[in-house]
């Protein structure tokens, strides 16, 4: 089986994921870090370099190559993973794939995401606080379209990251 965490930037996907498979005691796979693997550069420069454009093809790419393998493992999405491309169709036609979305409210991901730009490239030009949670009520908005269609979803707001595995782990029972 392959646990697939979906959800917007800075939910916990990687975090989450990364415990996860620990626990089950199986791979982890990051698909922001195979497409920086195989363009041997980071996702900042990615983007600044080559565009969002060329930046969504590998993303498809590395998504499609990952999910050829009927390892089991646990991967973590990117936060626009789900909503471009043939993506989603990819992760619900295939029979290994349990989709889980950890959901949060643009608030709480605000909180989350306003020390932690840097790394992404979407929201880092967003100087204030008032300016992040009004770009990510709307991008939320547009992309819960791509999540909700998730076979399971999590309510990840005020949550342990240890009570998430938990949880995941109980629906997998
Ligand atoms: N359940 C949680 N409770 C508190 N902080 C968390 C939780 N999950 C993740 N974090 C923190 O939030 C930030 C974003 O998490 P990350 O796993 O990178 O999210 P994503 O991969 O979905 O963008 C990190 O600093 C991480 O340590
Ligand atoms: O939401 C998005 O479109 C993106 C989310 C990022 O991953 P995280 O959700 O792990 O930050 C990364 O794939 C890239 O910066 C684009
Ligand atoms: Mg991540």
């Known amino acids: 089986m392959k646990i697939v965490l979906c959800g917007y930037m800075g939910c916990g996907k990687s975090t989450v994921g990364q415990l996860l498979s620990e626990k089950l005691n199986v791979d982890f796979l990051e698909i922001d870090t195979e497409i920086e693997k195989k363009e041997n550069s980071s996702i900042t420069d990615i983007f600044q370099e080559n565009g969002e454009i060329y930046f969504r093809k590998i993303e498809n790419i590395v998504l499609n190559e990952v999910l050829k393998t009927s390892k089991n493992e646990v991967i973590s ?8 491309a043939n993506n ?17 409210t643009p608030q709480n991901l ?11 490239p979407l929201i880092n030009h967003l100087q204030t606080e008032e300016k992040l949670e009004e770009y990510i009520r709307k991008h939320l908005f ?32």
Do not use: W
């Open 77 to 84: 999405l990117g936060g626009g993973t789900p909503c471009y």
């Open 88 to 104: 989603l169709h990819l992760l619900k036609s295939n029979e290994h794939v349990k989709l889980f979305y950890l959901k949060m």
């Open 110 to 120: 605000t909180a989350r995401l306003i020390n932690e730009k840097q790394k992404r």
């Open 142 to 173: 547009e992309r819960q379209f791509y999540y909700l269609q998730s076979d399971f979803m999590i309510d990840a707001n005020a949550k342990s990251v240890e009570e998430l595995t938990e949880e995941i782990i109980n629906l997998l029972q």
